[in-house]
C-alpha cells in the first residue's frame, strides 16, 4: 500500500483527509477526518522510532544496532520530535545561539547527491540533520 501523501503534488500545500474506504465491503465514509500525527514521518524516521521503541529509549543501543554515534542518535530523535511538534519549548533570548552546521559537511552531502550517490530525499534529510 503507498504511503499517505502529506502535501499536495502541485502546489505544496497540506492535504486533508476527506474519505475513509474499506477494502473489504467497499463502504466510503466521507467528511473531515483529524490526520494521524505520524502519518508525516519520513519512512527513515519511522524506522528510527520503531527501533527507539524496541531498545525502550536507550540511545546508546540505538546507536549500537545503527552503527553510529550518541550525538547522531541525538540529532534524528530531535528531527522526529521537531516532526511530531514534540521538541523542547524555544529557547529564549538569553540563552546561547545553536552553532552553525559545518559548511564541510554540507558541501560533502551536496557533492554526494551531484554523483548520484544519494537520492534527494537522503540529501534533504541530512542536511536537516546538520
Known sequence: ??????????????????????????????????????????????????????????LSSVGADLGVSYPTVAKRLDAV?????????????SAPARPAPDEADRRKILEALDRGEMSADDATRKLREL
Do not use: W, Y
Open 1 to 58: 500500500m503507498n504511503r499517505r501523501l502529506s502535501a499536495c503534488p502541485v502546489c505544496a500545500e497540506p492535504l486533508h483527509i476527506t474519505e475513509l474506504a474499506c477494502a473489504d465491503c467497499g463502504t466510503r465514509l466521507q467528511g473531515a477526518f483529524d490526520k494521524c500525527r505520524f502519518c508525516d514521518l519520513s519512512s527513515d524516521q519511522v524506522q528510527f522510532l520503531a527501533m527507539f521503541l524496541h531498545n525502550r529509549g536507550n
Open 81 to 93: 520530535l521537531a516532526a511530531l511538534e514534540l521538541g523542547p519549548e524555544p529557547e529564549s533570548a
